[in-house]
């Protein structure tokens, strides 16, 4: 079972313009990350948010955590035409902490 | 660093037959995992092990076997591929957890 699920599903955007993709899961967390993929590439890791934390930022990226809601958002800030990509939360619910499970993932396109 | 690496890139195999998919890493990494992709679906974890002769399984281990003799390797068998198993299959390592993972650039399998 995917303890991730991204929404939306597929998102638009203009270059400049501000994207935001959101995640819940199910059972509570240890952590949870942000992962990008490229068109026919592997995963690169974005970011990490603990449990105990609220908010995150790296360079254009704000992560935001509600554990009461099981809920996360990734907002990527002036988006650029390199920011397409599929992006994917992924949590340790219910894992003990030694697995990671992947979400469906969100399919960003910005158009220059 | 070459980081992680995976061999071969692209795979046709027939029903039955059986394969070992490669994949290294040389960052000293304890903790290494396989996932596949499905077309529309995020990453399901195969098998992952946190150290050398130490694995255990994922989601979808069926039809999978691993095992870890070095730091370094961590080989994917087939045993008997079936058409289900046609995906991309995508290596990972960190430090010493499940987070942060670095990623290899996929082997495209396709099983007829």
């Known amino acids: 079972s995917q303890q991730g699920e991204e929404d939306p599903q597929a998102l638009s955007i203009q270059e400049g313009e501000n994207a935001t993709m959101n995640c819940s899961y199910k059972?509570?967390?240890?952590?949870l990350q942000w992962y990008r993929q490229n068109s026919g590439r592997g995963l690169v890791h974005l970011i990490l948010i603990r449990s105990n934390e609220r908010e995150k930022h790296s360079g254009r990226l704000r992560v935001t955590l509600d554990t009461s809601k099981k809920s996360s958002s990734l907002l990527i800030t002036a988006s650029r035409a390199a920011d397409t990509a599929s992006y994917f939360c992924?949590?340790?619910?219910?894992?003990?902490?030694?697995?990671?499970?992947f979400g469906a993932g969100t399919r960003l396109f910005v158009k220059a | 660093n070459a980081g992680v690496t995976q061999t071969p890139k692209f795979q046709v195999l027939k029903t039955g037959q059986s394969m070992t998919l490669q994949c290294a890493q040389d960052?000293?990494?304890?903790?290494m995992s396989w996932y596949r992709q499905d077309p529309g679906m995020g990453l399901r974890l195969i098998h992952y092990s946190v150290g050398a002769g130490i694995t255990d399984q994922g989601e979808v281990p069926n039809g999978y076997n691993v095992s870890r003799s070095t730091t370094e390797d961590f080989p994917l068998r087939l045993l008997s591929a079936a058409p289900s198993q046609t995906s991309v299959y995508f290596c990972?390592?960190?430090?010493?957890?499940?987070?942060?993972?670095?990623f290899g650039p996929g082997t495209r399998l396709t099983v007829t």
């Open positions: 992924a949590t340790d619910a219910g894992t003990g902490g030694f697995k990671t499970i």
């Open positions: 960052m000293n990494h304890e903790y």
């Open positions: 059972t509570s967390i240890n952590n």
């Open positions: 990972a390592s960190s430090r010493d957890s499940p987070y942060e993972q670095y």
